[in-house]
């Protein structure tokens, strides 16, 4: 199984609701991350975790909180989005260890409307 | 900090063409990534480079990297309407994440 399985892959949300984007490996990744992309941008990274533990936070505003549940799974909740949040979000996961393999896997992404 | 630039952001080519992709990086890295992206698609993987003078080809399509260059390069080859995406290089940074440029937007016109 070489995939990145994201969830939903469209969702609208107002700005006083909380949703939820899931993502989902099985490749045995110890790395998985959370990209951002707008329009005709390249991909800006939000989170990183390596072993199930967080190690990168590009200074995401607190409205996006990520977790992960276990080394397959990837959370990212969101609350009092802004309409400029509207993006692509996409999850990667990479190998990762102390090889080092930053190689990143990327998941189909899921598209966010925030009304 | 590590910057990486590609150029040109923007080309438009005639079927049966050759032309070259250009992405320089700041700081030493030696793994170097290329991914593909269709409009309103994710990322595909297309080449790992993981050494200096690494040479990987797939088709119409070939990759390298010059690590004391700080220099990647994706050639095209003959190019064909079917190649037209945005290319992404990514530079690995310390083994913790990967660094984007700014993507190449190519269109091939018949």
């Known amino acids: 199984d070489t995939e990145v399985t994201q969830t939903p892959k469209h969702l609208v949300m107002g700005m006083t609701n909380k949703k939820s984007l899931k993502c989902e490996q099985h490749?045995?990744?110890?790395?998985m991350y959370w990209y951002k992309q707008k329009a005709k941008k390249p991909p800006e990274l939000m989170f990183v975790?390596?072993?199930?533990?967080?190690?990168i936070n590009e200074s995401v505003p607190s409205r996006f909180s990520p977790e992960c549940p276990n080394s397959s799974l990837l959370n990212l909740h969101l609350h009092a989005l802004q309409p400029e949040d509207s993006a692509l979000y996409l999850c990667?996961?990479?190998?990762?260890?102390?090889?080092?393999?930053?190689?990143?896997?990327f998941g189909q992404g899921t598209r966010l409307t925030v009304v | 900090e590590l910057k990486v630039e590609q150029n040109p952001l923007f080309l438009s080519m005639q079927e049966g063409k050759n032309y070259t992709i250009y992405c320089n990086y700041s700081?030493?890295?030696?793994?170097l990534y290329w991914y593909r992206q269709d409009p309103g698609k994710s990322l595909e993987s297309l080449f790992v480079?993981?050494?200096?003078?690494a040479v990987k080809q797939e088709g119409r399509l070939m990759a390298s990297l010059d690590t004391k260059a700080r220099l990647s390069t994706l050639h095209i080859t003959a190019a064909v309407h079917d190649l037209s995406a945005t290319y992404f290089c990514?530079?690995?940074?310390?083994?913790?994440?990967?660094?984007f440029g700014a993507g190449t937007i190519l269109r091939v016109k018949s």
């Open positions: 700081t030493t890295s030696d793994r």
């Open positions: 975790y390596s072993y199930e533990k967080l190690s």
């Open positions: 490749m045995g990744h110890r790395a």
């Open positions: 990667a996961s990479s190998p990762g260890g102390g090889g080092r393999n930053t190689e990143a896997f």
């Open positions: 990514a530079v690995d940074e310390y083994g913790n994440k990967l660094v």
């Open positions: 480079l993981l050494s200096n003078g």
